[in-house]
Nanobody, 127 residues
């Protein structure tokens, strides 16, 4: 059974950095687009970043462009989210996800197009 597990969350001061990791087990996702989403209290789940299955394409929500970087290590079945210059508004539960199907061309920004999800990890940013 496929499982995605996030790590690296925690508490950081505004302006600081965190690196989230999402490791898959039970199935290889080397041919799947991967994504990160986040959900703050009282808000809907929001797309943050996505990376293509071959690592050549990335997509970001405007609010994190220039601050966050998504990357992947297919050999480790892991995707990363490097978060720099964190702001209080970045605080949320962050979820990693894998696409519904392999080899898709479009990097989707909606959660319905992702079929595999981690349990989420808390990121707290103090001002």
């Amino acid at each position: 059974q496929a499982q995605l597990v996030e790590s690296g969350g925690g508490l950081v001061q505004a302006g600081g950095s965190l690196r989230l990791a999402c490791t898959a087990s039970g199935q290889t996702f080397s041919n799947y687009n991967r994504g990160w989403f986040r959900q703050a209290p009282g808000k809907e789940r929001e797309f943050v970043a996505a990376i293509g299955w071959n690592g050549g394409r990335t997509s970001y929500v405007d609010s994190v462009k220039g601050r966050f970087t998504i990357s992947r290590d297919s050999a480790k079945n892991t995707v990363y989210l490097q978060m720099n210059s964190l702001k209080p508004e970045d605080a949320a539960v962050y979820y990693c996800a894998a696409d519904l199907r392999p080899f898709r061309i479009i990097l989707y920004t909606v959660s319905q197009e992702y079929g595999y999800w981690g349990q989420g990890i808390q990121v707290t940013v103090s001002s």
